[in-house]
């Protein structure tokens, strides 16, 4: 099995959709897979409007198109709805060759954040790219629930995983900063909704790793805050491992890989209860979800942390890859059930 993966999500860019492939890259040989990246490294780029660090590919369908005669893969999958992910529908819709899909960003919700942009439109959009795809995989069962009730078909689950050698308990705290440590880990970005952390009324510190475009301005209004910046490996490990309680305020993360390593680092959670945590944390009482989250994060403090760390052990990305495969494997055998809209370019 040889699979062309196309996505826009890549280096230099630090998020969640790259970690779970490279993850999964590294896993496939185990069953019996090659990947190959179509990435924007390909192309000419330019800077994403209202976020630069963030750059998008100048694809264009006749590039892919030699990339796929080179490759000769398998089996196709798009993992991102940007412009390499476009180019790659395009071609395979010209072609009539199938190709499997993911949704990993609520790109509608950071859409409606930043611009005018009504969340309906870009649901629209985001049907019409996968509607055509053999399967979309997304990362929780309410997610998937969620998604069919806006009309998405052929959802396949596919969950993620965390290094348990790498983010794992630690005797030396790195961090000397006033006890108790409360850390953030993602992006520095409006949709993250950093602030709804930063604001509360906490003892201690609290602690943010990450970089984005709303850095200066967060820095500049909490200064009690600790930014750390982006770190990695080790360094971000050591980090979680100083640390005593995990707040992940968004709204909007569809998984949020960050909460594995914290549990598996033996951090317990403490967020809103939405899609993402509601997932991960579950019934495993590793975490506390409440609509007041300084009263989650009080909480949260009160939790064992080698029951944080048992439960993260459980999340593996040789099952993650598992199911990745499957997906792959078994979307491509069944017959192509439609509907297509044949002339799309």
């Known amino acids: 099995m040889r699979v062309l993966v196309a996505t826009d999500a890549w280096h230099p860019q630090v998020n969640g959709v790259v970690r779970s492939l490279e993850y999964m890259a590294a896993e ?54 940007g ?76 969950t993620r995983g965390v290094d348990t050698q790498l983010f794992r308990p630690r005797h030396e705290r790195i961090l000397d900063d006033r006890a108790p440590i409360f850390l953030f880990v993602g992006r520095v970005a409006v949709e993250k909704n950093i602030e709804a952390f930063l604001s509360l009324d906490l003892p201690g510190t609290k602690v943010v790793v990450g970089d984005g475009p709303a850095r200066a301005d967060l820095e500049r209004r909490y200064p009690k805050a600790r930014f750390l910046g982006t770190l990695a490996g080790e360094d971000l490990a050591r980090v979680y491992a100083s640390s005593d309680v995990f707040v992940f305020p968004s709204l909007t993360d569809t998984f949020g890989i960050v909460l594995l390593e914290a549990l598996a680092s033996g951090l317990p959670v403490a967020a809103f209860p939405v899609t993402g945590p509601a ?50 494997g078994s979307a491509h055998e069944e017959p192509d059930r439609g509907p297509h809209i044949r002339n799309e370019g």
Request: with cysteine; proline share 7%; net charge positive.
């Open 83 to 158: 412009p390499v992910g476009l180019a790659a529908r395009l071609v395979c819709r010209r072609r009539d060759l199938a190709f499997t899909t993911s949704y990993h960003t609520r790109f509608p919700e950071y859409v409606s954040a930043r611009t005018p942009i009504p969340e309906a439109w870009s649901y629209r959009a985001l049907r019409w790219f996968h509607r055509e795809a053999r399967a979309m995989m997304v990362s929780t069962p309410s997610l998937e629930r969620e998604l069919e009730g806006r009309g998405f078909h052929r959802i396949r689950r596919w």
């Open 279 to 328: 997932d991960v944390i579950g019934s495993s009482a590793c975490g506390v979800l409440d609509e007041d989250l300084r009263e989650a994060a009080l909480a949260a403090l009160e939790i064992p942390k080698d029951r944080c760390r048992a439960y993260g052990e459980t999340f593996t990305w040789r099952e993650s890859a598992r199911q990745f495969f499957s997906n792959i």
């Open 28 to 81: 496939a040989p185990h069953f019996g897979a090659e990947i190959v990246f179509l990435t924007p490294e390909r192309f000419r780029s330019v800077p994403m409007p209202t976020y630069p660090e963030i750059r998008l590919a100048l694809a264009t369908p006749g590039r892919v198109a030699r990339v796929l005669d080179e490759v000769a893969p398998t089996h196709i999958h798009i993992a991102t709805e």
